[in-house]
T-cell receptor, first 113, second 112 residues
Framework: DTGVSQNPRHKITKRGQNVTFRCDPI?????LYWYRQTLGQGPEFLTYFQNEAQLEKSRLLSDRFSAERPKGSFSTLEIQRTEQGDSAMYLC???????????FGPGTRLLVL | ELKVEQNPLFLSMQEGKNYTIYCNYSTTSDRLYWYRQDPGKSLESLFVLLSNGAVKQEGRLMASLDTKARLSTLHITAAVHDLSATYFC????????????FGSGTQLTVLP
């Protein structure tokens, strides 16, 4: 257990529905990242927060995706109008300001039917 | 654009044998990370390599970094079944976000 928690752990939804995931970071970590991992692949970067500011977004993050980190604590990732291609594991990772490792949460596995 | 390539993608080895996983990266990232992932689980940090010539060892695993060759290796010594997992290397972006770019992973199976 890295100290990063994510909820829910599993989500099954129908195409076209909206879903929201939550990440609670290690308390002293000001950096928070969202990654997406599909079967047989490494995680791919989606977006990055430093404290409450969203400073970087991947081109993978379409307009249907939005992320927030109010007050620089927990973060949410929302996917609107889900598509079957959104099915993946969504991972949250946190870190401090240096080059040390990022600590990953257990992930939310999304299945879009 | 930073790219990371790992090989082999699949590795099946006998207990007690040695082997090396290779990780090449495309630009001057020079910060290299190794993670382990068990099936259905998240990623566990193994090593952080931050400078040329860095070598880190933990148990039967040893990681090294050659920034001139843009190559990192993960060496497995006298493999045991418990090492069966998928191993990922990742390079950190040199910008302020420092997001990680991952390789495709090496699925290691240690056979008795």
């Amino acid at each position: 257990d890295t100290g990063v928690s994510q909820n829910p752990r599993h989500k099954i939804t129908k195409r076209g529905q909206n879903v929201t995931f939550r990440c609670d970071p290690i308390s002293e970590h000001n950096r928070l990242y969202w990654y997406r991992q599909t079967l047989g692949q490494g995680p791919e970067f989606l977006t990055y927060f430093q404290n409450e500011a969203q400073l970087e977004k991947s081109r993978l993050l379409s307009d249907r995706f939005s992320a927030e980190r109010p007050k620089g604590s927990f973060s949410t990732l929302e996917i609107q109008r889900t598509e079957q291609g959104d099915s993946a594991m969504y991972l949250c990772a946190t870190g401090t300001g240096g080059w040390e490792t990022q600590y990953f949460g257990p992930g939310t596995r999304l299945l879009v039917l | 654009e930073l790219k990371v390539e790992q090989n082999p993608l699949f590795l099946s080895m006998q207990e007690g044998k040695n082997y090396t996983i290779y990780c090449n990266y495309s630009t001057t990232s020079d910060r290299l990370y190794w993670y382990r992932q068990d099936p259905g689980k998240s990623l566990e940090s193994l090593f952080v390599l931050l400078s040329n010539g860095a070598v880190k060892q933990e148990g039967r695993l040893m990681a090294s970094l050659d920034t001139k060759a843009r190559l990192s290796t993960l060496h497995i010594t006298a493999a045991v079944h418990d090492l069966s997992a998928t191993y990922f290397c990742a390079a950190a972006d040199s910008g302020s976000a420092r997001q990680l770019t991952f390789g495709s992973g090496t699925q290691l199976t240690v056979l008795p």
